[in-house]
């Protein structure tokens, strides 16, 4: 059974910096995609930053130049690194991933920043 499961998430305040980290287990044959996005009350969950397997990235616009994303393919993790945190970024964050050709969400993590 495929599973994703993110840690690092927690309370900060504004300004500063947290980073979040997510590994596929399971019986994987390839992983494709991976990214994290990000669900605020009431509102959609939406794209923060994905990475291919080649390493090519793609960000949000609202954390260009704060936020990076990497990708170790063998230890089949990926983590994103936030700096500068705002207010504006507290919401539950989800990695997603494809997976032997499937789709798989962890259960997410939260990230609260206080201003």
């Known amino acids: 059974q495929v599973q994703l499961v993110e840690s690092g998430g927690g309370l900060v305040q504004a300004g500063g910096s947290l980073r979040l980290s997510c590994a596929a287990s399971?019986?994987?044959?390839?992983?494709?995609?991976m990214g994290w996005y990000r669900q605020a009350i009431g509102k959609q969950r939406d794209l923060v930053a994905d990475?291919?397997?080649?390493?090519?990235?793609n960000y949000a616009d609202s954390v260009k130049g704060r936020f990076t994303i990497s990708r170790d393919n063998i230890k089949r993790t990926i983590s994103l690194q936030m700096n500068s945190l705002k207010p504006e970024d507290t919401a539950d964050y989800y990695c997603?991933?494809?997976?032997?050709?499937?789709?798989?969400w962890g259960r997410g993590t939260l990230v609260t920043v206080s201003s």
């Open positions: 990475i291919t397997s080649g390493g090519s990235t």
């Open positions: 399971g019986n994987i044959f390839s992983i494709n995609y």
């Open positions: 997603r991933a494809l997976i032997n050709g499937m789709n798989y």
